[in-house]
């Protein structure tokens, strides 16, 4: 049993690889998620650098056309399953409990579970490099293209049994902090006095709770007719591969915003910060993220505006999607008027909240372009989309991501991420990201569609191709300055107070790094910015009592055992049967070593 | 199995409801999303079918009426058992979890016979779009029902034990009962849906 | 609270840095336009309804950026931290953020009454008096077939000038895309769903054409070609290609007929001979092609030769699959294809 004496200051306890494995805390859960989706990125970095070379010249040589093929739709699969997403529960993780004054999440066995069937499916879908090619019929899997028939390799049968698994581990992750967020909030803690960001994360595990049931029935279905003969979305056979783009965007569409929400919810927390004043219009911020979340699930036929849909489906699903620009638009204008008035610090987590706001809104505007159907039917699978989601989710979900780095890495290490390597990091990410993504505008009002691995030299696409390309070096400069800025900061001193930005909320009222118990006692909530209220009442949290004893839940190795049942599982329907069942049996044998493991 | 994650939380429950209900009722808000996407499938494909046979050709609604009540009939037992964990009544309880057990055996053994029967009479998952997606969607159903059985069973055994489900035991049986009554209702809106619905 | 002096300089200072900034991206945007497979050039009356809304949303999205990066930058620059000052502690502004919820409600009233209008305007039918035209997207090559006329024809599809056509649109096997970006907006080609589009091209010329929905591996060599010309070279060229294949003249092509109706046949349409497969394009009148391998080059002998040696290498993933001739059978028949005019 693990405990730790309330009044003793925080003990790092020994960090073995034992402890790493059979860990079911929070923090270092969301330390496992956070590096292994940064490893990720940087593999679909690579993916995308390699894609640009190809491009860089017109008849490019560099990788043949079913490479390609394999890399852009590994590029997608990577950066928004393997990279964004974990990145983004590495957050959820590590702050969800710390922020609402809680000691774990509700679950913190099921939260290990979530983690070690992530990197099971991670691991499962990448390996397909490796094991006769990886998904080539892009991210989407339009039918028929998806069907044995057209696609006979493995790669779809890795794409369908990957995102299967990694579905199961956002599910049951986004239960975990969905009922940690309602039921698990400190003393005072009500739901309008959450911090933005863990509202954002609320929505967004709402978000994936009610989407992936619907991919999961599609991939099931994919799975069922390049498998077990069933004809779905065959058309020859009665089969409809329009169905498939329903489910797809029915998933798919809430998911951007899975993707881009809690990159709003790390810059509605950092802009006031660094601007010294409370969130200009919380109550709109948050009502916002909710309304662009509903809506988010009345726009999925946008995607196919070029399918033949109805004049009366044109109409209503281009007015709802148009509807979110209103949202969208009231955040924007919020953060401005976080801005002004301030007293800016401006250091990196600042520079990337900032650009945040300028890039989104360029990548939102492109949006509301083609929320008009006529538009779409010119700019639909052309590079002005690719423009048009780069700057969401670079400059959107990345920009805010490399926000919270450097924003919470000295509550997570207790060190500072350098701030001259910071701003050389942030300035290589913003010039080389607008090189890259600006330029593909043009390509696409040009004419060039995306997912072509090669194009002819009498199109006049040369010029902003290569320009593209040089940007993408730069980006690839830009996170290796991070990488140096990472490595070199965690050799040095952890010198970082509880709270070194004087911030508002409740992370930053323990000790950094946070002792594993979180918080001494548990923090009680009187304002929605409680530091400052505190500060500003002269309110002391009161001191922990001495000899009283903080129970945490023990170490558990049934989740890491789960997952590897799971992986074998995965592994199994791919190859040979005998390892399914032998999955099974060990999926079996771990729920009940869990459900007889004492706890308390 | 989320056994007693809980115990270290029970003072915290900012909701007034115990963290593994609050998870269940959320998870069974992903299931209706789940079944409601199967469910459109075979909406979307009624009348789409290039060749026999089709519904009116294989369903005996007489038969499945009768599984559909012994599934009802499982829900009723179900209750019973909850009340009896609630009122520290463990005989009844470990009674009536036997007879929910039995009659979701018996409407399994209803769906594998009619299974086998449409199969002899020519239906299968290749045959046309209404045995695609019938199979998938009843067979997902099954699916779910021989999960709450394996869940209500080890309940059932675990109540066999020295000291029962412990000090949970009520909280432990309502959240199976949610469990097993969403499933219950899938079957009846399958059973509208799919069989009654000409 | 009245505005400082130095907050009016630098808001004026950043507003001309957002507009310089601006210019050069609309240098970049407008010089799209002259280039051959510009979506900004649009040459039928339905292209160019699609573009006034897209220039209407375009300028009013650029406003809307302009101004809010002119305030970011603004607001970033005289509110940085200064010794002495002290943030303002606001927590809201009930009427302003009532005002700028407006302010996006209206810009989407603006582009959705006109988006709307278009898309009555030109998914509505066809005009009756329509040239008929069946286009079929296959791996990875376009069949048009003219219905009434006796045509059928591969990856170039002429069009009267002046007169609507009506584009339906089928899948041979996956999901393609049929779009021209001057002529018209891109409309998917869905196998079991029978999609159509129509407009009126203007304009006699070449225009060009590429599937736009990825279909597998060669998706970026499925180009194709509109030639748009005036009545009376349209009904010429009608008259030839509904002709049957012109008869081998010459020792070599007569040798190239025969492996033609042999191993061509397979999959291969020419009228006037044997050769009926289905599963490529028709070659009755190859000869009078421009380009070759769906649009990927021009036709001619060295391209043709490069091509008949082994369809695969210049094109990857080809369904033409490699059919080992020799020398003299390729001279043979490219002598051959190249008589079908």
């Known amino acids: 049993m693990a405990t730790a004496a309330g009044t003793l200051p925080a003990v790092q306890e020994e960090s073995t690889l034992w402890t790493w494995l059979t860990t079911v805390d929070h923090k270092k859960i969301g330390a496992m998620y956070g590096v292994s989706g940064f490893a990720f990125f940087l593999i679909g970095g690579l993916e995308a650098l390699l894609i640009r070379t190809q491009l860089a010249v017109p008849n490019g040589t560099v990788i043949d056309a079913d490479r390609f093929n394999q890399l852009f739709t590994m590029h997608a699969l990577t950066m928004i399953f393997l990279a964004i997403m974990p990145l983004g529960a590495s957050f959820f993780n590590y702050f969800l409990p710390l922020m609402i004054g809680a000691r774990d999440v509700a679950f913190p066995r099921l939260n290990a579970l979530s983690f070690w069937v992530f990197l099971a499916g991670a691991l499962l879908l990448s390996s397909s490099f490796i094991f006769g090619g990886a998904p080539d019929g892009g991210w989407f899997a339009y039918a028929p293209l998806s069907a044995e028939e057209f696609l006979p390799g493995s790669g779809l049968d890795f794409y369908v049994v990957g995102l299967l698994i990694l579905g199961t581990s956002s599910l049951m992750a986004s239960l975990n902090f969905a009922v940690t967020v309602i039921n698990m909030r400190a003393p005072g803690m009500s739901m309008m006095r959450l911090p933005v960001f863990i509202w954002m994360m609320l929505v967004v595990n709402f978000l994936l709770i009610l989407s992936l049931p619907v991919i999961t029935v599609a991939l099931i279905q994919l799975l069922f007719d390049r498998n077990f003969t069933t004809n779905f979305f065959t058309p020859s056979e009665g089969g409809d591969p329009i169905l498939w783009q329903h489910l797809f965007w029915v998933f798919a569409h809430p998911e951007v915003y899975v993707l881009i929400l809690p990159s709003m919810g790390i810059v509605s927390e950092v802009l006031p910060v660094f601007a010294r004043k409370p969130l200009f219009g919380y109550s709109a911020i948050v009502f916002a993220g909710v309304a662009i979340a509903v809506l988010g699930f009345a726009v999925w036929s946008h995607h196919m505006f070029t399918t033949g849909l109805d004049t009366v489906p044109q109409v209503v699903f281009s007015a709802s999607t148009m509807a979110i620009a209103v949202p969208t638009g009231i955040k924007i204008f919020n953060w401005l008027g976080t801005l002004y008035g301030g007293s800016i610090h401006f250091n990196t987590a600042m520079y990337f909240a900032v650009a945040f706001i300028a890039l989104f809104t360029i990548g939102g505007l492109s949006g509301v372009m083609h929320a008009s159907p006529p538009v779409d039917s010119q700019q639909q699978d052309t590079y002005f989309i690719v423009a048009h989601i780069h700057y969401v989710l670079f400059g959107g979900a990345i920009a805010g991501i490399f926000a919270g780095i450097y924003y919470w890495f000295p509550k997570m290490t207790g060190r500072f991420l350098d701030e001259t390597l910071g701003k050389l990091n942030f300035w290589l990410l913003f010039i080389g990201m607008n090189i890259t993504f600006f330029p593909m505008h043009f390509l696409g009002l040009s004419g060039m569609p995306r997912r072509i691995y090669t194009y002819d030299s009498d199109l006049g696409w040369d010029t902003w191709n290569m320009v593209a390309t040089v940007g993408s070096y730069i980006l690839g400069i830009g996170i290796i300055v991070f990488l140096i800025n990472f490595f070199w900061t965690m050799r040095k001193e952890p010198t970082a107070s509880n709270n070194p930005w004087g911030a508002a909320t409740l992370e930053w009222a323990t000790t950094s790094p946070p002792p594993e118990h979180d918080f001494d006692v548990i923090p009680e909530v009187r304002d929605r910015d409680p530091l400052w209220y505190d500060r500003d009442h002269g309110i002391e949290q009161p001191e922990p009592q001495p000899g009283v004893h903080i129970h945490l839940p023990p170490p558990s190795y049934f989740p890491l055992l789960m997952g590897l049942g799971v992986l074998l599982l995965g592994v199994g329907v791919l190859s040979h049967l005998a390892l399914t069942a032998l999955g099974a049996v060990i999926i079996v044998y771990s729920v009940w070593g869990w459900a007889l493991e004492p706890t308390d | ?198 | 609270m009245r505005p400082s002096a130095r907050a009016i300089t630098l808001t004026v200072v950043s507003f001309a840095a957002v507009l310089i900034t601006s210019y050069l991206i609309w240098v970049g945007w407008d010089a799209t336009t002259g280039d051959p497979q510009t979506t900004l050039a649009p040459l039928s009356e339905n292209a160019r309804a699609v573009d006034d809304v897209y220039t209407l949303i375009t300028i009013l999205a650029g406003l809307v950026m302009i101004g809010v990066l002119t305030l970011t930058l603004a607001f970033a620059i005289i509110f940085r931290e200064r010794p002495g000052r002290e943030a303002q502690q606001i927590h809201g502004n009930p009427r302003l953020e009532v005002f700028w919820t407006l302010i996006p409600v209206i810009i989407v009233v603006a582009i959705a009454v006109p988006s709307f209008q278009v898309i009555v305007d030109t998914t509505g039918d066809a005009p009756d008096d329509s040239l008929e035209v069946v286009a079929t997207g296959n791996q990875w090559w376009f069949e048009f077939e003219y219905p009434g006329l006796g045509v059928v024809t591969a990856n170039e599809l002429h069009l009267p000038v002046d007169r609507p056509v009506n584009v339906e649109l089928r899948a041979g096997d996956v999901i393609h895309s049929f779009w021209v970006p001057q002529l018209s907006g891109k409309v998917d080609m869905v196998p079991g769903h029978n999609n159509r589009l129509w407009f009126t091209p203007e304009e006699t010329g070449e225009y060009l054409g590429q599937c736009a929905e990825f279909c597998g591996t060669s998706h970026a060599n499925m180009r194709f070609r509109v030639f748009v010309q005036t009545q009376e070279e349209f009904d010429q060229w009608v008259a030839e290609q509904a002709a049957d294949a012109l008869p081998a003249e010459g020792e070599l092509a007569v040798a190239g007929e025969g492996i033609a109706t042999t191993i061509c046949a397979a999959c291969h349409v020419i009228r006037g001979t044997n050769a009926a497969g289905q599963l490529g394009p028709d070659l009755t009148h190859f000869g009078s092609r421009t380009t070759l391998a769906s649009g990927m080059f021009p036709n001619d002998t060295e391209n043709l030769r490069a091509w008949l040696a082994d369809p695969p290498d210049v094109k990857p993933g080809s369904k033409m699959p490699n059919l080992n001739l020799s020398d003299e059978q390729l001279d043979q028949l490219i002598a051959y294809l190249q008589g079908l005019d």
């Open chain 2, 1 to 198: 199995m989320a056994a007693s994650e809980a115990a270290h939380g029970e003072h915290h429950a900012s909701a007034g409801v115990d963290n593994r209900l609050l998870l269940m009722w959320i998870f069974l808000a992903s299931e209706c999303l789940f079944f409601g996407s199967l469910i459109s499938t075979y909406l979307i494909f009624k009348g789409e079918s290039l060749v026999r046979p089709l519904p009116e050709d294989v369903f005996d609604i007489p038969l499945t009426s009768l599984s559909t009540f012994v599934l009802l009939f499982s829900s009723f037992t179900m209750v019973l058992a909850v009340y009896g964990a609630q009122h520290a009544r463990p005989r009844m309880m470990k009674l009536a979890l036997l007879a929910t057990i039995i009659a979701g055996l018996i409407f399994l053994g209803f769906q594998v016979y009619e299974f086998k029967t449409f199969g002899e009479e020519g239906l299968n998952l290749s045959t046309n779009q209404f045995g695609a997606s019938f199979f998938v969607l009843t067979g997902f159903h099954g699916t779910h029902v021989g999960v709450g059985l394996l869940y209500l069973g080890s309940m059932l055994i675990g109540s066999m034990r020295r000291n029962g489900l412990g000090r949970d035991t009520a909280t432990h049986v309502e959240i199976a009962g949610l469990y097993w009554h969403f499933v219950d209702i899938v079957w009846i809106v399958i059973f509208t849906v799919v069989y009654l619905i000409p």
